[in-house]
């Protein structure tokens, strides 16, 4: 009685653990030929990196192409133009991105909508200006970090991977 | 009758003190020294065995009982840690698609997230 109870158990279990690791092991995903010619068209400015990408960075891009139909002409425009230089970022640098985005999310909407501008005046000031904020940037983020060691919050996780 | 109704009757005939034959007295000497004989052995199995019952071990000294209480919750909880993060995966996978989609497409250029200049500009402009 005992082991019977045992032996359902241990099934269910053991088929709830495949499960969830196969689940969270992405599935392979399909190589450059394999993609739908609506796929091929929206993800283009990624054809000669596609057969290299893990199955992560794959599933990703396929998400960004299902949602493209549905984005703006203007959207459509900048996410083509922008794709290969968004793909060719080193990952803790894509990483690291996301967090300034995440960031710049939660400014109040006032702050949030004179960004461009912001970013306008940014680019008029001139190079050795710039460079010298980037070094003052640089600079606290050491001394943040030898302050708040262990790691800081902007170090990338671990299990985003090379997405 | 039953086997234990027959035997209280012959133990009642018995205790009124019945005069038997010397070869049916022999039989029922015979027969009770048989009986505890028995007995002896089966009493001490038994009990064993309710012992270890009570403590959860089974006949051959292996914890079946054990092995439930113990081994269970703990697969539940790994399989419940299991499902989490698989769970916890799927939903960064599905965070990160949705912020690149947004940088993506957003107003500001890639650079404006990349240039740590720009940062400490806005840290300036927009205390």
């Known amino acids: 009685m005992a082991k019977a109870f045992l032996a359902i158990v241990a099934f269910?279990?053991?088929?709830?653990?495949?499960?969830?690791?196969?689940?969270?092991?992405?599935?392979?995903?399909?190589?450059?030929?394999?993609?739908?010619?609506?796929?091929?068209?929206?993800?283009?400015?990624?054809?000669?990196?596609?057969?290299?990408?893990?199955a992560n960075q794959k599933k990703k891009w396929l998400g960004i192409a299902k949602r493209y139909?549905?984005?703006?002409?203007?959207?459509?425009?900048?996410?083509?133009?922008?794709?290969?230089?968004?793909?060719?970022?080193?990952?803790?640098?894509?990483?690291?991105?996301?967090?300034?985005?995440?960031k710049l999310e939660k400014l109040p909407p006032g702050k949030k909508q004179s960004l461009s501008q912001e970013w306008e005046q940014y680019n008029q000031l001139p190079e050795s200006e710039r460079e010298l904020l980037r070094e003052r940037a640089s600079k606290k983020r050491n001394t943040s970090r030898a302050v708040h060691s262990p790691p800081d919050s902007s170090a990338p996780p671990s299990n985003t991977g090379s997405n | 009758m039953s086997e234990i109704q027959f035997g209280y009757k012959v133990c009642k005939i018995l205790n009124r003190g019945a005069i038997l034959k010397p070869g049916v007295v022999a039989r029922l000497e015979a027969a009770r020294e048989l009986a505890t004989s028995k007995q002896r052995v089966a009493e001490p199995h038994t009990a064993q065995l309710l012992v270890k019952s009570a403590q959860g071990f089974g006949p051959r000294g292996t914890p079946v009982f054990l092995w439930p209480r113990l081994v269970l919750p703990v697969v539940f909880i790994?399989?419940?840690?299991?499902?989490?993060?698989?769970?916890?995966?799927?939903?960064?996978?599905?965070?990160?698609?949705?912020?690149?989609?947004?940088?993506?497409?957003?107003?500001?250029?890639?650079?404006?997230?990349?240039?740590?200049?720009?940062?400490?500009?806005?840290k300036r402009s927009l205390p």
């Open chain 1, 12 to 54: 269910a279990v053991s088929t709830l653990m495949a499960g969830a690791s196969l689940a969270a092991a992405p599935k392979k995903q399909p190589s450059w030929n394999d993609l739908s010619t609506e796929q091929q068209r929206t993800l283009s400015p990624l054809s000669s990196g596609w057969d290299e990408m893990d």
């Open chain 1, 69 to 102: 139909p549905k984005m703006k002409p203007a959207a459509q425009s900048n996410a083509t133009k922008r794709m290969q230089d968004w793909a060719a970022l080193p990952p803790a640098e894509r990483q690291a991105a996301r967090e300034r985005y995440r």
């Open chain 2, 78 to 122: 790994i399989a419940a840690f299991l499902v989490i993060q698989s769970w916890r995966q799927v939903k960064l996978a599905e965070e990160i698609e949705e912020i690149d989609a947004a940088v993506l497409t957003g107003d500001l250029p890639i650079d404006a997230y990349t240039d740590t200049g720009f940062d400490a500009w806005l």
